[in-house]
Structure formats: C-alpha cells, structure tokens
C-alpha cells in the first residue's frame, strides 16, 4: 500500500444489511474520532441518483485506505456484498498489501478470502476494541506518511535554495495562470508566498496535498536555512 497516497476515505464499510448493527456501532465510534469513514447511511446524498455498481466498485477499489468487512453467513449470499468483496479483492491483489480487514460474525467461509488471513471476531471484539485496533493502523501510516511528506520536502527546500528568492505561485484569481515575484525574507508575505509555493510544486508532483503540518516544516526549515 502506498502510504503517501491520500485517499477520500480512511476507512470503508462493508457489511450486510442484516449486520447493519455492527457496523453502525462501529461507524458511531470511527465517526467520534474524525476518522473519515464510508458508511452508506451517512452518504445518502452522495448515492442519491448514483449508478450504484460502479461507483461502488470505485469506492471499494480506489477511494479508501483500509476495507473492513464483516463477514457472516449473510454477506456469503447477498448480490451486494460479493460485488464489493470481488472490488476490495481486486484492490488487494492489485497492491500485495493488506488492505481487507475482515472482522468475523461466524464462522461461514467467504469465498477468496483464505483462512490464512488474521482477522478479529465479533464477539469478544466488541465495537470499541476494533475501533481501536484501526486507528492504531491508521496512526502508523499518518506517521509513515508525515515522514515521506517532509523528505519531499527536504527536496523542495534545496531547490527553492537555488531559486535565489523567486517564487511562482497560482494565487487564484486567473486559473491556471501563475504570478511570480522575488521574495527576499525581509517581504512581510515573504511565508504566504512560500507556503504556497511549497503547497503548489508538492501537489504537483506528487499528485496530492500535503498536509498543513509539512509545509510549515519547509518554510521554519527555510527560514533557518537562509539567515
């Protein structure tokens, strides 16, 4: 799994209708620590009118980090639940990296999901010790993630080293079109305009955003490089 990938969801649900308790207790906990989650009852709008088979698929392919799936006799045998097994399964294969999470309501065999892979059970696991158990995994990769970002970072700050002061950057009142000026340290906007500097040619680069954290790393890393 990529961890500098951002994606739209931490986490996504899949589950049985009739499993819904499960995890709506689940998604109530995750929802309480800001953990981005998708769960259908808070994305009703977000499906309203939708072509649910593919977007559902993308959902479970591309937009979440992790996949929980509750498994149970009745995800075994429900048309919606297979098609978003098979989309989560493509994911896995595709990356060779853990990102189904299976949490056990019996012990019914899923097909393409082996024994071989660890999972919790529900019960003893309750709704807060699996939800304990993801953040856990969702704070390494926050970490792994925070430490590539600054790397880039380094990189950026040596090459705005070399600029000698002059920044381009989209200030967004003509799209696409990018103003550049010298800004020596002594400019009071000196920070606005690096911030988003750094802000701009990382997204670009990476094709994602970087935290807050990171660029105020490379401008405080800048600032004392340049005394």
């Known amino acids: 799994m990529d961890s500098a990938k951002s994606y739209d969801y931490d986490v996504a649900l899949s589950f049985a209708g009739e499993d819904r308790m499960h995890a709506e207790a689940l998604a109530e906990i995750l929802r309480h620590h800001n953990v981005k989650i998708f769960y259908d009852n808070y994305e009703k709008s977000s499906l309203w009118?939708?072509?649910?088979?593919?977007?559902?698929?993308?959902?479970?392919?591309?937009?979440?980090?992790?996949?929980?799936m509750f498994l149970s006799q009745y995800y075994a045998a429900k048309l919606w639940t297979n098609h978003e097994r098979e989309s989560a399964q493509a994911r896995a294969f595709r990356e060779n990296e853990e990102y189904i999470l299976p949490v056990r309501?019996?012990?019914?065999?899923?097909?393409?999901?082996?024994?071989?892979?660890?999972?919790?059970?529900?019960?003893?696991?309750?709704?807060?010790?699996?939800?304990d158990a993801i953040m856990e995994k969702l704070e390494k990769v926050s970490?792994?993630?925070?430490?590539?970002?600054?790397?880039?970072?380094?990189?950026?700050?040596?090459?705005?080293?070399?600029?000698?002061?002059?920044?381009?950057?989209?200030?967004?009142?003509?799209?696409?079109?990018?103003h550049s000026m010298r800004m020596a340290k002594d400019n009071e906007d000196w920070e606005?305009?690096?911030g988003q500097w750094f802000h701009d040619e990382f997204t670009t680069r990476m094709k994602y955003e970087p935290t807050e954290e990171s660029i105020r790393y490379a401008i405080e890393r800048y600032a004392e490089i340049e005394k």
Request: net charge negative.
């Open 105 to 131: 309501l019996d012990n019914t065999k899923i097909p393409g999901i082996p024994s071989t892979i660890a999972y919790l059970s529900w019960p003893p696991e309750t709704a807060e010790t699996v939800a």
């Open 192 to 194: 606005a305009w690096y």
């Open 143 to 178: 970490h792994m993630q925070s430490f590539s970002e600054k790397a880039i970072m380094d990189e950026l700050i040596t090459e705005a080293q070399a600029l000698n002061g002059k920044v381009s950057v989209d200030l967004g009142d003509i799209p696409g079109v990018k």
């Open 49 to 68: 009118g939708k072509n649910l088979y593919t977007y559902l698929s993308e959902i479970y392919q591309e937009k979440a980090r992790y996949c929980v």
